[in-house]
């Protein structure tokens, strides 16, 4: 790290000490945004879950509460106070900062044992990947909201820190307390695997199949011994069907920017199993194909099932596609092929500030109705969509040029 | 093939970006156009009652007789008050109340604004409903002054009168209250926020309290005159939101049809219903909406969601007397009475051109949303236009294919090198963004300074700042040309005003959503920032460019405004405090934060064309 991380750092920093300090009632007004806080993340929940937790309640009953068990030890043991809980979270947002750092310092984005991009000397330094993280609107609003998404995306980029340095233990635990904390982060496994094992530095490598089934089992071992841990805090297994139950069925329909909420309001109950896991699978279906399609850039294809599960996810929020966003920073050298890079970053704008107008009309004003808030959603994921889509392309495209260096600059016809 | 046509649009730029210049001028003109057009039958409509519960004026109106004697009472005793403390008035008036027998609440507030005090005391009675359960209530309201300070003798009066004969009537299936407040534009807005327990310090709670409030009726009726002509329905709520307009048809229907009073909108006291009236009507609904600030005591309670009208009186001529003003308020009670849930089957998103004439938000808000899409598609033509790359942009091209063709050379040689790829000339995105991001930072300034400032120093703080934005955009531009190279200049200004179009389109977008009249005015007065322009070449169009923003800018905007209604500019801005302090208006932050930091950067653009010509950069 050198001084322009660390002033990176710094700036990012304080920028979140100064958002909580000079505005004392920001935390709360943001938390109450269906667009930071969801059922599953929210800290109001939270908050809720702690003091049952502390006066002897199971957190579960009441049906409010959706987080993990080890989130409320965490929070438990610390002393009650808002200060202390805001220092976590900037330092939550600090680590995730280095561990961009250190994902972008190994070079990985741009050089893998199978690729080598011809753009890598376009690439942006290690400080502005940290920086694009820490001043991106979405994460600084994230990180004031408070929401426990951000404990998730700190470990989710620790894992990933850990694996483009070939150190799978780390690289493992961590990624299993991501999937334990929101169960989607699962779906990161399969490319995970791959960038540790091509980032292994021994010399002797294992074969993958090998070494995908000690790592699974050193997987699953270390997600039983967090539920173990769970069930001694809590005392009974009630846990899981409280927060991955929800996860998966949807019980709360309360609005977020993702696409479920109004599709399993309008429909009918028979329909709803079917649909559940229609949608379940939907997101399933991606790991296989991006992880194969990708395989020469493990770490494009674990950015872009975060990016595709930051749209489809039951409970997203905008702390999901902030972290994609700050992920995708690390592939900045493609962005020259990407096509539609401004319509993009307009139609993400416009859908950040009509999503709260057309809210607002709804739920305040009362003169909209959901279809208002819904439209935007649907603006929203779609950009999302063609973000990921034309981040695709552009990194296809430069493994196409690698292999075939006549083509560059012609253009693509579709058949 | 569906990608050919954009990759083959790539190679021929001009076509793009004349598509592009002329798609957003067409915009434009047909956004501008189709307001114009609204006022005509064929695209405006008819009103008519949406929910069938109201039944407007289906019942017979009672109020009249011996109770107009009653009135005249009420108002030689309001008379006598006039010139007393609150004190005074609000004791006297609830003493009034509880001899009529209903549960009285007095509440004292005090807000500072504009380095002003401005305080009163606020006297409210509840009738609670015979047949009903407390959890929905109407509300009559008679402000103490009227928005023009004068003394509202007829309304209070009437107020005190009908909440003696509403009090006698078995029929009320909602709670009334009867408020007097002590005057029109801080009171009400006390009371409402204290109904909802959202009142700051220096305002009491209310002590006695009932449901929902389910609709607002203002009584205006100023003046020792009992006679009036005409019945002025003004229905503006802060920022720009609108009353449901089924509350609006009933009070029109119900005075014009079953009292056979004429209606007024907008201050047009002798509208014919032609095209010209008509389009007045709608742009003086649209100014007052554009402002958001309050018209009535009413306004303070559209923002609640609580839908409300002030019914004035206007004219001493007529025949009508405080007997048909009761029984139109009776006849609107009665149907307000009658609601079986909230009002939502009408309109909230109208523009009234005439008392029973309107268009729907489907109609008119496309013309506010072409005028954004307009900026928005000049900020995408300036994206495209090779201007906003750095360097030389043909001779860069054919590096690249000079390269690419070493490449293929070199690939029959070498198979599998990897090839270094020129990406061609770049957008310097780093300068633009912080110029934009940077100004419209530079917005809170001004909103802060406004809204803190004393009444007295306010004209010379608006004359200061005025210099400092003419000076501040020059000064910007002198030290970018300095510092950045000259071949990068003319790209950084293109792009910085491609961002700032973008974000002006945007707000502008959400805006219109919100108040479309504030929109679609602050996009007509930004239309000049579409191509005012760098023009380093050629100082005398840039000279018009520079004039045409002067006379755009918000400031000018704030001098036609205080022209129009004959004030003075640092009323305006006290009006603007007194509204961010007090309403929570949100036409200052638009102002500040939105409007002037694009005409800043569009300023900073224009006068580099000065600033490059001068120091012979000319790019």
């Keep these: 790290m050198d001084r322009k991380c660390l002033l990176a750092i710094g700036a990012g920093a304080l920028i979140r000490l ?17 667009e930071i806080s ?60 280095i561990s961009l750092i250190r994902i972008a310092s190994s070079g990985v984005p741009t050089v893998t044992p199978h690729h080598v991009s011809p753009r890598k000397a376009n690439s942006w330094p290690p400080w502005a990947i940290a920086a694009a993280f820490l001043f991106n609107p979405f994460t600084i609003a994230t990180c004031i909201a408070r929401p426990t998404i951000v404990f998730t995306n700190t470990i989710i980029l620790h894992s990933v820190a850990a694996a483009v340095n070939g150190r799978r233990g780390p690289a493992f635990v961590s990624m299993a307390m991501a999937a334990y904390l929101s169960l989607y982060p699962v779906l990161l496994l399969p490319p995970l695997l791959f960038l540790t094992y091509d980032s292994l530095k021994t010399t002797s490598k294992p074969s993958i199949q090998a070494f995908s089934a000690i790592t699974t089992i050193m997987l699953s071992i270390v997600l039983m ?38 599709f399993f309001i309008e429909m009918f109950d028979s329909f709803r199993a079917f649909f559940l896991c229609l949608f379940q699978l939907h997101l399933l279906i991606y790991v296989p194909s991006v992880c194969l399609r990708l395989r020469k850039q493990p770490l494009f294809a674990l950015i872009t099932l975060i990016g595709i599960s930051s749209i489809f996810k039951s409970y997203p929020a905008i702390g999901d596609t902030g972290l994609y966003l700050s992920l995708l920073m690390l592939y900045n050298h493609t962005f020259s092929l990407m096509r539609y890079t401004f319509f993009l970053a307009a139609a993400i704008l416009y859908a950040t500030f009509l999503g709260p107008a057309f809210y607002y009309l709804w739920v305040y004003a009362g003169s909209g109705n959901a279809n208002f808030f819904y439209a935007i959603t649907l603006v929203w994921s779609i950009s999302n969509a063609l973000i990921v889509a034309d981040a695709i392309y552009a990194v296809l495209r430069d493994e196409h040029e690698t292999e075939r260096p006549e083509l560059i600059g012609k253009d693509v016809v579709q058949i | 093939m569906a990608l050919r046509v954009p990759v083959n649009l790539r190679k021929n730029l001009s076509v793009v970006l004349y598509a592009f210049q002329g798609l957003s001028i067409l915009a434009v003109i047909v956004g501008l156009a189709s307001l114009l057009l609204l006022p005509l039958d064929e695209y405006s409509r008819r009103t008519y009652i949406s929910e069938n519960a109201l039944l407007p004026g289906q019942v017979h109106a009672y109020f009249g007789g011996s109770e107009q004697n009653i009135v005249r009472a009420f108002r030689r005793e309001v008379d006598l008050l006039g010139n007393s403390t609150s004190d005074v008035v609000s004791e006297r008036m609830a003493e009034i109340f509880r001899s009529a027998g209903l549960k009285v609440g007095k509440q004292r507030y005090s807000y500072k604004a504009a380095g002003g005090e401005y305080t009163g005391e606020n006297v409210y009675a509840v009738l609670h409903a015979p047949r009903g359960d407390a959890t929905e209530a109407i509300v009559l309201c008679a402000p103490w002054k009227n928005i023009d300070h004068l003394l509202n003798e007829g309304g209070v009066a009437l107020t005190l009168a009908l909440s003696r004969y509403f009090k006698r009537w078995s029929l009320w299936s909602k709670d009334i209250i009867f408020l007097i407040s002590s005057d029109a534009r801080a009171g009400p807005q006390a009371w409402v926020d204290a109904y909802h327990d959202l009142h700051g310090e220096n305002i009491q709670s209310l002590s006695v309290k009932s449901g929902a409030i ?82 009535g005591p009413h306004s303070s309670f559209i923002p609640y969601h609580i839908d409300a009208i002030t019914l004035a009186t206007h004219g001493d001529g007529g025949w009508h007397d405080e007997g048909s003003l009761g029984r139109t308020v009776e006849s609107v009670f009665r149907s307000l009475n009658n609601l079986l849930e909230h009002f939502h089957q009408s309109f909230f998103f109208y523009l009234l051109m005439a008392p029973k004439r309107f268009v729907s938000i489907g109609t008119y808000l496309p013309s506010a949303m072409l005028l954004a899409v307009g900026l928005t598609l000049t900020a995408i033509r300036l994206w ?38 020129d990406v061609g000339p770049k957008r310097e995105l780093f300068l633009p963004m912080s110029i934009v991001i940077g100004v419209h930072f530079c917005g809170v300034i001004p909103f802060a300074v406004f809204n803190s400032v004393d009444y007295k120093s306010m004209s010379s703080a608006f004359y200061i700042f005025i210099a400092a934005s003419v000076i501040l955009p020059t000064l910007i531009s002198i030290l970018i040309t300095l510092t950045a190279s000259p071949h990068r200049l003319l790209p950084a200004f293109h792009l910085s005003r491609c961002f700032s179009l973008l974000f002006l389109g945007m707000f502008l977008s959400t805006l219109a959503t919100l108040n479309f009249s504030l929109s679609f005015l602050i996009g007509l007065f930004s239309l000049p920032l579409t ?28 001098f036609i405004i205080a022209g129009y209604w004959g004030l003075g500019v640092e009323d305006i801005l006290k009006e603007a405090s007194f509204g961010w302090w007090v309403w929570r208006m949100w036409t200052p932050v638009v102002v500040w934060c939105v409007w002037w930091p694009a005409w800043v950067v569009g300023r900073i653009s224009v006068d580099s064309s000065f600033v490059m010509a001068a120091m012979g950069k000319t790019g």
């Design chain 1, 18 to 34: 100064l958002l909580f300090t000079a505005f004392p009632s920001l935390p709360t007004t943001l938390a109450q945004r269906v």
């Design chain 1, 38 to 97: 969801t059922p599953v993340t929210s800290y109001k929940r939270l908050q809720e879950g702690i003091y049952l937790y502390t006066h002897g309640v199971s957190p579960y009953d009441g049906g409010v509460f959706h987080q993990a068990p080890l989130l409320l030890s965490l929070f438990s043991i610390l002393p009650p106070s808002t200060i202390i809980t805001n220092l976590l979270y900037v330092f939550a947002d600090i680590f995730s900062a």
């Design chain 1, 225 to 262: 011994i967090y539920f173990k841990l769970s069930h001694l805090i809590t005392g009974s297994w009630e846990f899981i069907a409280s927060t991955y139950g929800v996860h998966l069925l949807l019980p709360d329909l309360t609005p977020n920017v993702g696409l479920w909420w109004y």
């Design chain 2, 214 to 295: 389910q609709g607002v009726v203002v009584v205006d009726y100023p003046g020792a005159y009992h006679r009036f002509e005409s019945l002025h329905i003004i229905y503006d709520g802060i920022n720009g939101q609108l009353p449901n307009l089924d509350l609006i048809n009933t009070a029109v229907q119900i005075s014009r049809d079953q009292m056979g009073l004429r209606t007024d909108l907008q201050e047009m006291w002798d509208h014919n219903d032609g095209y010209r009236h008509r389009l007045r009507t709608m742009l003086r609904g649209m100014v007052n909406q554009a402002l958001g600030h309050s018209t």
């Design chain 2, 384 to 421: 495209v236009d090779p201007r906003s790359r750095s360097g030389e942009v043909g001779e860069k091209v054919e590096e690249v294919k000079e390269k690419s063709e070493k490449g293929e050379k070199g690939k029959e040689g070498k198979a599998g090198e990897v090839v270094a790829v």
């Design chain 2, 531 to 558: 191509f005012a322009r760098t023009t380093p070449k050629s100082v005398p169009l840039a000279l018009l460019n520079s004039i045409l923003l002067q006379v755009t800018s918000p400031f000018a905007a704030l």
